[in-house]
């Protein structure tokens, strides 16, 4: 099984950039599917976004779509999150989450989808 660790997390003013990090180790890191989420006091787990193994295909929650990137290297076993533009409803700690697929295209966008967690990042956006 994968083992993840996110980086990255941090205090940061309203309409920062931010870039997260989750480094992989224990597996074959491209043979995963691999997606952000983020919790925030008191509300459910979200859906931030996703990458496919192949690195083609993305989604994204409509809360960060044109905001927040992902993106994936595969020869560092890492994948990032980039947002820009953070507004103070982006706070929350943010989880790295992996699944191992053979499908080179598939992006999964349910936390269900995941079988592997890391133990997040706290992102803390000011007003």
């Known amino acids: 099984q994968v083992q993840l660790v996110e980086s990255g997390g941090r205090l940061v003013q309203t309409g920062g950039s931010l870039r997260l990090s989750c480094a992989a180790s224990?597996?074959?890191?491209?043979?995963?599917?691999m997606g952000w989420f983020r919790q925030a006091p008191g509300k459910e787990r979200e859906f931030v976004g996703a990458?496919?193994?192949?690195?083609?295909?993305?989604v994204y929650g409509d809360s960060v779509k044109g905001r927040f990137t992902i993106s994936r290297d595969n020869a560092e076993n890492t994948v990032y999150l980039q947002m820009d533009s953070l507004k103070p409803e982006d706070t929350a700690v943010y989880y790295c989450a992996a699944r191992l697929t053979s499908r080179t295209n598939w992006v999964p966008a349910a936390a269900r989808d995941f079988y592997s967690w890391g133990q997040g990042t706290q992102v803390t956006v000011s007003s």
């Open positions: 224990g597996r074959t890191f491209s043979g995963y599917a």
């Open positions: 990458i496919s193994r192949s690195r083609d295909n993305t």
